[in-house]
């Protein structure tokens, strides 16, 4: 699944994505979402949250998320602490969320890389903001 979200600013109105795909590269699924005021970190991690429910919607056993945030990447994997209180209970969720899959993977990659999920997040934001 690849998975983005953020705010418009450094915080502001936020959005999330997912799009879950088959190992060939075939869509299967995709979803985006307005989440109010928010920070990026909050939103990329909402972002993954929404991608394993994609996921287990689908029935999937394994999942391989993929995000552009390396600081969620490498938090999940344990490469890096998580320190900000704000992040500790979505960590612990998308934690006990990964738990129900036999395999999983979070991997970060170059915005350039993960362009449907950055679009679904630009529209979700577009909606909610052009509707006021």
Do not use: C
Not at 14 to 43: F, I, S
Not at 68 to 83: H, M, N, P, T, W
């Amino acid at each position: 699944a690849n998975v983005d979200g953020g705010p418009r600013g450094t915080r502001g109105p936020g959005g999330v994505a997912g799009v879950a795909a088959d190992p060939d590269g075939n869509v299967l699924a995709e979803r985006g979402a307005y989440m109010g005021e928010t920070t990026n970190n909050v939103a990329e991690y909402r972002a993954l949250l929404l991608g394993l429910e994609l996921a287990r919607e689908l029935g999937a056993g394994e999942v391989e998320v993929i995000n552009d945030s390396e600081l969620v990447a490498k938090q999940i994997s344990g490469a890096y602490r998580v320190k900000h209180a704000g992040l500790k209970p979505l960590y612990l969720e998308a934690m006990e969320a990964l738990r129900g899959f036999d395999r999983w993977q979070v991997r970060s990659v170059r915005r350039e890389s993960n362009t449907r999920a950055d679009a679904l997040v630009n529209a979700a934001l577009d909606a909610r903001l052009q509707s006021r």
